[in-house]
């Protein structure tokens, strides 16, 4: 096993739904459980993914990991160290270290910005001030994301969604970052830049050495690029292991309806009856009782109802189920 | 040299084709109508000689499409977006708007004439002349003279200069704190938030004419006073609509991505809140220039503005009131002046609210 980089330990973020009106100020409507006590290590050079349906709290999952969202418990550590309990320059030091890719590319860039500022403004921020120089790595950094140099001068409008996703990749590299958040960074985009990005993602990791926290929901995408993979249901883990296995033999009743969603290109086995999860993800807010996943499981007993399955490893996996399909 | 004959190739041709537009704009679509008819002609050609043999045409109707691309370096598809920057677009669709493009000239020549005013008043207007007191209009006094004799048609245009300062200064000054307050009430939240929002509510509970006069009263009446009192009284409007369009700005993740990259709270105000401010905040300058202008001619007609002999108009109009039926033209004509101009910043104002808003493009 590799060098750890990035580790939470328990972590969680609860959202307090309350609503203010004339006579009752904050009245307690009920916590919203977005991050659930998560525990997981990112391996550095690595691409860690998290896939899960829509609301189940990857994005904020990998928002706090890099302290864009206060946690409401738990600690991150970034190599040894606790980021929630940074000092000023520690902090700069972290913010240097980590970076984000969007999914969206129209309201990740800000529109009234040249692309040169817009790539520039970390290196701005991180003191190189003078303007030749950064400029000059500014071009460095289009040409390594394949933006042609006399781009330099425009604005986002002028560019296609692929250009732009580009445009935010080269700002996330600018600073020489180790830790990359993919926060669905490629499902805005057409199947075909989806691949480019893909690939230029991939080529960036061997020469950069990076590390890549991959947030989809896009399962294909996911087994393409991923060494490892996390599925998340509700806020919480419930299977874990490398993409072959995972894939080839799930463990969770979940993740076996997740790859079941995924079309097959083939017609001859299309017809195939498939098990399709049915039904919408249940309240975060008042979530079911013991296994979070019951209401939907086919395998469900009493036993589901009553206490919440632990995250359990076995060997290179883990999971968290009472009724595992081995 | 070749770029300035091509230029002037361009020229004639566009007023050729009757696309001169004052802006210039014509030129981008001409541009793109020249390689259209080039194209055309191309095929057109193409359709003569499969006249002769039919068989030859699809060849040579493939290859006519691939003249524009010979001439230019070939470019992906990703290449075809529009070069219309944010100005260009603004002044395309004020001229587009008749309304706006009236309300546009009408200021630019008031703002002309306040600003070479010495130069273009036919009398002083200071100058008293009891001899003539209340002359009706003639070929020497255009619109007549005052109860002192003055003329009056130098006094409004020498009164533009007023209103042009009154319209601009304390709404350049209300518009900048109410922005950094609303900016920082908006983005900080909280008690920050809380404390600033009381004060705009102070400001905003109170009728804005009762609380400049009450500024006015206690500072003593004078025109440098009306630029602090106006000042007081706006800022908290334009505060709350910042706030507002601040805490919308502030969840797109262009911030948070400034956020990640460790950009200091200022500096994502100045940098990236304030640019996406802006075009609300221009229609809310043009909004109060003719609201500002009004306060001061009540003030003034209210006795706590300007004071004589300052040829403000809402004064001229106070001081005319008393021989209204007498000599009607004293009152009426620097009213007939604060009403086009309040009316022409009002076109604009309603016709860049309408350019500005994404509800009503097309």
């Known amino acids: 096993m590799s060098e750890i980089l990035l580790s939470a330990k328990h972590l969680k973020k609860y959202y307090q739904i309350s609503s203010s009106t004339l006579f009752s100020s904050h009245a307690n409507r009920g916590i919203v459980k977005a991050v659930d006590d998560i525990t997981l290590d990112i391996p550095r050079g690595k691409t860690l993914s998290l896939v899960g349906e829509s609301g189940c709290g990857k994005s904020t999952l990998g928002r706090t990991l890099i302290n864009l969202i206060d946690p409401t418990e738990g600690e991150v550590l970034f190599n040894g160290k606790n980021i929630y309990a940074f000092n000023a320059q520690e902090e700069k030091a972290f913010r240097k270290a980590v970076s984000i890719i969007f999914q969206d590319p129209y309201a990740s860039l800000n529109p009234r910005m040249k692309v040169r500022d817009l790539i520039g403004e970390p290196l701005l921020t991180h003191g190189m001030k003078a303007k030749k120089e950064r400029y000059e790595r500014v071009n460095e950094l289009m040409k390594i994301t394949g933006l042609k140099a006399e781009y330099a001068n425009r604005y986002p409008h002028q560019f296609s969604g692929g250009q732009r996703q580009r445009i935010g990749i080269a700002r996330a590299l600018a600073l020489n970052p180790s830790l990359i958040v993919c926060d669905e960074a490629v499902s805005a985009l057409d199947v075909s830049i989806q691949a480019q990005i893909l690939n230029l993602l991939k080529q960036l990791q061997r020469d950069f050495n990076l590390t890549y926290l991959f947030i989809s929901h896009d399962l294909s995408v996911v087994r393409y690029v991923s060494d490892e993979v996390y599925v998340m249901y509700l806020g919480q883990i419930v299977e874990a292991g490398t993409p072959k296995a995972l894939f080839e033999k799930p463990i969770h009743p979940y993740t076996q309806f997740l790859i079941n969603a995924v079309p097959i290109a083939d017609p001859s086995i299309r017809d195939r009856e498939k098990m399709i999860l049915e039904g919408d993800l249940p309240s975060a807010i008042n979530p079911p009782s013991g296994c979070r996943f019951r209401t939907r499981c086919p395998y469900a007993t009493e036993i589901c109802a009553n206490s919440c399955p632990k995250l359990i490893t076995q060997g290179e996996r883990k999971f968290a189920c009472h009724h595992p399909l081995m | ?362």
């Not at chain 2, 290859?63 to 992906?76: A, I, V």
């Not at chain 2, 630019?108 to 209340?134: C, G, N, Q, R, T």
């Not at chain 2, 911030?255 to 460790?262: N, T």
């Not at chain 2, 003034?300 to 004071?307: D, I, K, P, R, T």
């Open chain 2, 1 to 362: 040299m070749i770029q300035k004959t091509q230029f002037f190739k361009e020229i004639a041709l566009e007023s050729k084709l009757g696309r001169l537009t004052p802006f210039g704009f014509g030129r981008k679509r001409l541009k793109y109508m020249m390689s259209v008819e080039a194209t055309e002609a191309g095929k057109n050609s193409d359709l003569d000689a499969s006249k002769d043999s039919k068989s030859s045409k699809s060849s040579k109707t493939s290859k006519s499409s691939k003249m524009p691309s010979s001439e230019q370096p070939p470019r992906d598809a990703e290449d075809l977006v529009t070069d219309e920057g944010f100005w260009q677009a603004l002044f395309k669709s004020i001229y587009r708007d008749k309304k706006a493009l009236v309300g546009l000239i009408m200021v630019s020549l008031f703002i002309l004439i306040a600003l070479f005013a010495p130069w273009i008043v036919p009398h002083d207007p200071y100058a008293v002349d009891m001899e003539k007191v209340l002359t009706a209009p003639n070929k020497a006094y255009v619109i007549g003279t005052d109860f002192l004799g003055r003329d009056i048609l130098s006094r409004i245009i020498y009164g533009a200069r007023i209103s042009l300062m009154i319209g601009l200064v304390p709404t350049l000054i209300s518009l900048a704190i109410g922005t950094f307050l609303g900016m920082v009430s908006g983005y900080f939240g909280g008690k920050v938030d809380y404390v600033i929002m009381r004060l705009a509510d102070v400001c905003m509970a109170f009728p804005s004419l009762l609380l400049a006069m009450v500024v006015m009263y206690t500072l003593g009446a004078s025109l440098f006073n009306i630029f602090i009192a106006l000042s007081i009284v706006n800022w908290g409007s334009t505060s709350r609509i910042v706030r507002a369009q601040t805490l919308s700005i502030k969840e797109k993740e262009f911030v948070e991505a400034a956020r990640s990259i460790g950009v200091g709270r200022f500096k994502i105000l100045w940098r990236h809140i304030l640019p996406n401010c802006i075009p609300s905040l221009i229609v809310l300058f043009t909004l109060s220039v003719p609201e500002a202008i009004m306060s001061e001619a009540s003030l003034s007609f209210l006795g706590v503005g300007a004071q004589p002999p300052t040829p403000s108009w809402g004064l001229m109009i106070s001081r005319g009131k008393e021989f209204l039926f007498s000599s009607p033209w004293v009152a009426i004509t620097p009213g007939i002046a604060i009403f086009l101009v309040v009316i022409a910043f009002n076109f604009i104002g309603d016709g860049l609210r309408d350019a500005l808003d994404p509800y009503t493009k097309h």
